[in-house]
């Protein structure tokens, strides 16, 4: 549910899994994943969703990926306020994805968004959580790094991990010696677009951060170290610190 262009599907095609259908609120990216899947039926609008049907047929696995904007650092949090979510329309993707987990009771759910949905959306997270146990589930709260599955970045993330008792889910991660971004450049004969750094004093602002940033390190952080005083702008953001783009 709220997979879009198809992204995850092509993982779990790769693990074996047989993907029964796309439950989506939108056709947003809905025309990238039939291109892909032209067979794979994706079901625009909850009128459409079969849930009667897959709750007869019994689903093993539910993934969802409701919109994270609500909650991100680059979302609405930075200029309506940390409690904007609350009025934000696109929260009734989250409590349609609750109520489809209802309606269907997978073997196992997860629910994937950014870090901050366990902060500022905490509220959210502990009432579905509650609401699963009630209902004999088992729940996790994990924070996964992206880095610990062979992707060349940091890139945390938050998932609500719910599964019936006799599902034995242990993580699987190799802890060790986790790819860096040199290793994925190396690799590649063309790296591509990168975003390019301001000109002038900002930009050799950041030259200074880069070369005082430890490997794996980010520059808004070495930037925090450096300038303690650096003055903010009329939306409260530092001036000339490297967003997390930059980072």
């Known amino acids: 549910m709220h997979i879009f262009a198809g992204g995850f599907t092509c993982g779990v095609k790769r693990a074996g899994f047989d993907v029964l259908c796309h439950l989506e609120d ?13 067979d794979l039926p994706v079901y625009v609008g909850e009128a459409s969703w079969p849930l009667a049907e897959l709750r007869e047929r019994g689903v093993d696995f539910m993934y969802c990926n409701p919109p994270c904007a609500i909650f991100s650092t680059a979302g609405i949090a930075t200029t309506r306020g940390p409690d904007a979510w609350r009025e934000d329309p696109r929260l009734g993707c989250w409590l349609r994805a ?19 949905a366990y902060t500022k959306g905490r509220e959210v997270v502990d ?3 509650s609401a699963a146990v009630r209902l004999g589930y088992s729940a996790r709260h994990l924070m ?19 599964h019936l008792p006799g599902c034995d889910l242990q993580p ?10 040199g290793d994925a450049i190396a690799s590649v004969d063309d790296p591509g677009w990168v975003r390019p750094w301001p000109a002038g004093r900002v930009g050799k602002v ?19 170290r450096l300038f303690p005083e650096a003055a903010r702008n009329a939306r409260g953001q530092v001036s000339g610190r490297p967003s997390f783009l930059h980072s």
């Open 172 to 181: 699987a991660f190799d802890f060790t010696d986790p790819p860096t971004v």
């Open 127 to 129: 009432k579905f959580t």
């Open 98 to 116: 609750f109520a489809v987990f209802e309606a269907v009771r997978p073997r196992v759910f997860a629910l994937e968004s950014v870090c901050q």
């Open 144 to 162: 996964v790094d992206a880095k610990w599955t062979d992707v060349p970045q940091c890139r945390k993330r938050f998932f609500i991990l719910l």
């Open 206 to 224: 950041y030259v200074a951060c880069a070369k005082k940033t430890p490997q794996g390190g980010k520059l808004k952080t070495t930037f925090d």
């Open 26 to 38: 939108t056709a947003y990216g809905v025309s990238t994943a039939r291109l892909n899947w032209p």
